[in-house]
């Protein structure tokens, strides 16, 4: 009987020993985890912080665009559609362009708008001729 008591004592106590660095390192993965989901935690809030900060950039510049437009004559309905591109909005924002310059930029942007949206007609008409010509045959 004592025989077995030491068998279950000693093997007891080789349990023992490697239970506790296993519930150690256990321990430390919780950490490391609980680390991890925190550093990625604020990544995310970085990147939620950082994409207002570009949406109020963004947001400054078309304003500020909106009035230099408005200010170089450019009538509201194609001063709005002008700023509604980030990167038009951002150009005419700089506090180095002239109004004249503005102008003549809004200008530019307006005929080739005019051109594109021209363009875009012609394509969609042969495009319907195209089908129609297939449909007939």
């Known amino acids: 009987m004592n025989s077995v008591f030491a068998l279950v004592t000693s093997g007891s106590f080789q349990l023992l020993t490697i239970a506790v660095p296993l519930l150690q390192l256990h321990k430390k993965i919780k950490d490391n985890a609980r680390s991890i989901g925190d550093a990625i935690a604020s990544i995310s809030l970085g990147e939620f912080v ?34 509604a591109d980030a990167t038009f909005a951002a150009s005419i924002a700089n506090k180095k362009l002239s109004d004249k310059q503005v102008k003549k930029i809004a200008d530019t942007w307006k005929e080739a708008t005019k051109n594109k949206k021209n363009y ?11 089908s129609q010509k297939l449909h007939r045959n």
């Open 120 to 130: 875009a007609a012609i394509q969609t008409i042969e495009a319907e001729k195209a």
């Open 50 to 83: 950082s994409e207002q900060e570009r949406m109020s950039k963004q947001i400054g510049n078309q304003t500020t665009a909106l009035t230099r437009l408005k200010a170089a004559g450019i009538e509201g309905s194609v001063a709005l559609e002008a700023v």
